[in-house]
């Protein structure tokens, strides 16, 4: 069987340099990646998964705010991955969410986001790929299944994180200010969003494995469902 198809949804300023990077951790767990994004093809039900990235802020006017603080905001992409989040919960495929992908898996099941998350909890903004950040998982959860419950050391380059919490999602990490750092459906479809960069902890096994749990999912999907047509048989 081909490898299953995983769509990854990129902003149009950093997508030409995000991509590769997430195409090779998709490539690693098993899976092809194709890169979607505003100006080009988004056929949900062309792909086996879905992978909302990172780069932009979402618009406070999704959740029902107003802007308040500056941001780079790019509205048509808000509409199709808002739009691509809700078709792929609503026809069961399985969606990881990466920083602002995380944020967008809340917003479509009307959850809310803080606007500044930093200033909120009073601490200083981190702005590299490394990781510094300790973030700790929820027993009891998918995170905690796919990737174990140890504390884990991430890289934080959201400005946004989510606040209130859309309907079937539970919080499945915090950091150690106890900022929601990890979002995941209770139920399936396999819905989880992280608000760090595991494409970039690409050498961390328990990161990789973020990337493996959706492709498994998407396997999944193909073996319940062998005569759809929701396939790209490409080689």
Known sequence: MSRPVIAVTTSQLSGWRVFPLVA???WLAGGRALRWGVGRAADLPSVDGLIIGGGDDISPA??????????????????????????????????????????????????????????????????????????????????????GTEPMRVNALHSQAVDDLGIGM???????????????RASPPFALGVQWHPEHLFYARRQRALFRALVEAAQAGRKRDPATSRRLRRA
């Open 24 to 26: 090779l951790n998709v």
């Open 62 to 147: 999704l959740y029902g705010q107003t802007l308040r603080v500056t941001a780079r905001l790019d509205a048509r992409r808000d509409t199709l991955e808002r739009r691509l989040a809700e078709e792929a919960l609503a026809q069961g495929v399985p969606v990881l969410g990466i920083c602002r992908g995380a944020q967008m898996l809340n917003v479509a099941l009307q959850g809310t986001l803080e606007q500044d998350a930093w200033s909120r909890l009073n601490q200083r903004k981190i702005t590299t790929i490394l990781p510094k950040r300790n973030v700790h998982v929820v027993p009891d959860t998918h995170l905690s299944r796919i990737a």
């Open 170 to 184: 539970r919080v499945c990490a915090r950091d150690e200010h106890g900022m929601v750092q990890a979002v995941e």
